[in-house]
């Protein structure tokens, strides 16, 4: 399947825009497998895909327990990225829960850490999520203003 970024930008609907990059990009990484195949600007779009599609199926546990963890600190930065600073401020509390606030990239490890922790974490990671569900940071139209701005980045 052929990628168009520019006949898909022509496109007035912000969401399905988000939609097909994400699509693209995840299958040019092979879901997330191998990001090595992703410039940054790439994995900084994909990246906040994962968390907006791991938090609306689940919040942040769901989000943490998957493959998209591996990727937690990350986040905040790819958010603070594309300008959505409230959102940020949002994963990085629900990080906090983490030793040092910091997520274990090995998601084996961070499964045993998230089952000694998840009790004392659940009502931050909960209210983490509510705050999430508030959308004060609008992330479609936040990707899309950043694929805009490093348009060439998308194209490869």
């Not at 097909?20 to 990246?47: C, H, P, V, W």
């Amino acid at each position: 399947m052929e990628f168009d970024l520019d006949k898909l930008l022509q496109n007035e609907r912000h969401d399905l825009i988000v939609m097909e990059i994400d699509s693209y990009l995840n299958r040019k990484s092979e879901y997330g497998e191998i990001m090595a195949t992703l410039n940054e600007a790439q994995k900084t779009f994909l990246i906040i895909e994962n968390l907006e599609r791991e938090i609306n199926n689940g919040g942040f546990h769901q989000f943490y327990w998957n493959s998209s963890g591996n990727y937690g600190n990350e986040t905040v930065d790819a958010l603070i990225k594309i300008g959505a600073n409230k959102t940020a401020k949002i994963v990085k509390r629900a990080n906090s829960e983490f030793k040092n606030g910091m997520v274990p990239k090995d998601r084996v490890e961070r499964q045993n850490q998230m089952e000694l922790i998840e009790e004392k974490a659940e009502e931050n990671w909960n209210n983490c999520t509510t705050d999430f569900y508030r959308y004060e940071d609008n992330l479609t139209q936040l990707l899309v203003e950043f694929v805009l701005k490093n348009k060439a980045d998308f194209e490869k």
